[in-house]
């Protein structure tokens, strides 16, 4: 199975800026998208954003669209979710996970999802 390992957490105060990787190794060519989903406690895991991992296309959860940019380098078996003027209800625990298949738009339901790292904590002061 791909494995999956996310760094670049840490703490920042509201409106700074944090650039999340997450590495994948194994069999990554099994992967077709690379997603990032968010927990925070005692919530829900939450959709963040995603990225085809052929041609970089991506789609943004309505809080991220315009502050996180997420991309990709294939060659690497890279991923990367940079995260601007971050905001205290940005605070959690951010997961990325490897999709196999094309899911005929169920990006943003984690159990659509394969293959998932450990989570980086992101915490964001006020």
């Known amino acids: 199975q791909v494995q999956l390992a996310e760094s670049g957490g840490g703490l920042v105060q509201a409106g700074g800026s944090l650039r999340l990787s997450c590495a994948a190794s194994g069999p990554t060519a099994k992967i077709y998208a690379v997603g990032w989903f968010r927990q925070a406690p005692g919530k829900d895991r939450e959709f963040v954003a995603v990225v085809n991992w052929s041609i970089g296309s991506t789609r943004y959860a309505d809080f991220a669209e315009g502050r996180f940019t997420l991309s990709r380098d294939n060659v690497k078996n890279m991923v990367y979710l940079e995260m601007n003027s971050l905001k205290p209800e940005d605070t959690g625990v951010y997961y990325c996970?490897?999709?196999?298949?094309?899911?005929?738009?169920?990006?943003?339901?984690?159990?659509?999802?394969?293959?998932w790292g450990q989570g980086t904590q992101v915490t964001v002061s006020s």
């Open positions: 996970a490897a999709d196999y298949h094309y899911s005929g738009g169920t990006y943003h339901s984690a159990e659509y999802y394969d293959a």
